[in-house]
C-alpha cells in the first residue's frame, strides 16, 4: 500500500477540524495490484491555537490550545490491477487548553472509494497516467455535529469525483495533480433555530459543497523502496456564511484552506510486507476554520490474498 497525505474524498475541514485523507489513497498515481490486500494504521496529532473568523486570523482565549488525535485503520485492495477500493474509518479525540467546553472523542465516518486506471501510457524515458476516482463516506456514529470546533465531523454524507494526472520518469521523479467536487448533503443540529446570513426555524443545516485542487512533486528513492513528495492542496466551498465575531463556527460555514506538506514512506521489501510512513501538513492561509499543523505516523502490511 502506498500513502500520501491530502485529501481524499474523505476530508472535512471545520474551525475545530480537519481529517487529512492519506491512503493508496482516491488522491495519488498508485494502484494495488489484482488480489494484493494492504492493511495499515495510521496515527495523527493535529493542532492550532490561532484559527481564521471569516478571513480574519485570530486567537480564541477561551480554547487556548485545540488539539484533534486520530487513529485511522484502513483496507485497500485490488479488484482488478485497474480498479481497487479503499475502505477507512476513523476514531477521532478533540480537546483544548482553555475554557470549560469538554472535548469529545468517538468513531467518526466510514469512508468507501473506487479508484480506476484509465491511461496508462507508456513512453521511452517515463510514462502518464490518468485516474478517476468515486468516493463516498457516512457518519458511523451518532455524534453532534453542531459542536464545533469540539465535534468529530460535519454529521453529513458526502460523495465525491476525482481526476488525477501524473507524469512519472523512468528513473524515479513524478509530478501529479487532481481536482474534485465534492458535494455535501444535510445534518441535524440539536437546536431548531440557527442563524445564516437570515433566520432559520429547523434543525436542518445545509453542509456547503467544495471543490479540491493538489499538486505534488515525488521522488522513488532505493529501488522504489523509499518514496519522498511535498504537496499543495487547496479546498473552496461553493456556498455558505462566514463564524460572526465571537460567535462558534457552525457546519453552514464557508470553509476554505491552503495546505503545505511533506510525505515519506519506506517499505521494508520491495514486494511487499511491512512498511512504515510519515507525514506533516501545515495551513498557510483559510477561512473559518484553525490553522493546523499536524504530524501522522503509520504501519502498513501488504500480502497476496487472490
Same mark, same amino acid.
Given at each position: 500500500m502506498n500513502f500520501n497525505s491530502k485529501f481524499p474524498g474523505l476530508l472535512l475541514a471545520g474551525l475545530g477540524m480537519i481529517q487529512l485523507a492519506i491512503a493508496q489513497t482516491p488522491i495519488d498515481g498508485l494502484m494495488m495490484p489484482k488480489g494484493e490486500i494492504c492493511i495499515a494504521v495510521v496515527y495523527e496529532d493535529a493542532n492550532w491555537? &490561532? +484559527?481564521?473568523?471569516?478571513t480574519y486570523l485570530r486567537t480564541n482565549g477561551n480554547i487556548g490550545t485545540f488539539s484533534r488525535k486520530m487513529l485511522m485503520p484502513m483496507i485497500v485492495g485490488g479488484i482488478t490491477d485497474k480498479i481497487n477500493f479503499i475502505v477507512s474509518l476513523p476514531y477521532v479525540k478533540t480537546a483544548a487548553t482553555g475554557g470549560q467546553l469538554a472535548g469529545v472523542e468517538g468513531i467518526q465516518d466510514l469512508g468507501l472509494s473506487l479508484k480506476a486506471q484509465l491511461v496508462d501510457k507508456q513512453m521511452e524515458k517515463s510514462k502518464l497516467m490518468v485516474f478517476s476516482n468515486l468516493s463516498f463516506s457516512t457518519p458511523a456514529s451518532n455524534y453532534l455535529s453542531d459542536y464545533m470546533p469540539f465535534s468529530l465531523g460535519f454529521g453529513a454524507r458526502? !460523495? @465525491? !469525483?476525482? /481526476?488525477? #494526472? %501524473?507524469?512519472? =520518469? *523512468?528513473?524515479g521523479p513524478y509530478a501529479r495533480g487532481s481536482f474534485a467536487? !465534492? &458535494?455535501? @448533503?444535510t445534518t441535524e443540529a440539536e437546536r431548531d433555530f440557527y442563524y445564516q446570513e437570515g433566520s432559520f426555524y429547523t434543525a436542518t443545516m445545509d453542509v456547503p459543497d467544495a471543490v479540491q485542487a493538489q499538486i505534488a512533486i515525488g521522488s522513488w528513492f532505493l529501488q522504489k523502496k523509499l518514496r519522498v513528495e511535498a504537496s499543495l492542496t487547496s479546498l473552496r466551498c461553493?456556498? @455558505?456564511d462566514d463564524i460572526r465575531s465571537y460567535n462558534a463556527p457552525q457546519p453552514t460555514n464557508k470553509v476554505d484552506f491552503d495546505q503545505v506538506g511533506g510525505f515519506a514512506q519506506y517499505y521494508f521489501k520491495k514486494d511487499g510486507g511491512l512498511g /512504515? =510512513?510519515? +507525514?506533516? *501538513? &501545515? $495551513?498557510?492561509? @483559510?477561512? *473559518? $476554520? #484553525? %490553522?493546523f499543523s499536524g504530524l501522522g505516523l503509520g504501519l502498513t502490511y501488504q500480502f497476496k490474498a487472490f
Open positions: 491555537d &490561532h +484559527y481564521w473568523e471569516g458526502e !460523495l @465525491g !469525483l476525482r /481526476v488525477i #494526472g %501524473q507524469f512519472e =520518469l *523512468n528513473k467536487y !465534492l &458535494h455535501r @448533503g461553493a456556498t @455558505g /512504515v =510512513l510519515a +507525514y506533516y *501538513n &501545515h $495551513m498557510f492561509s @483559510g477561512r *473559518n $476554520m #484553525g %490553522q
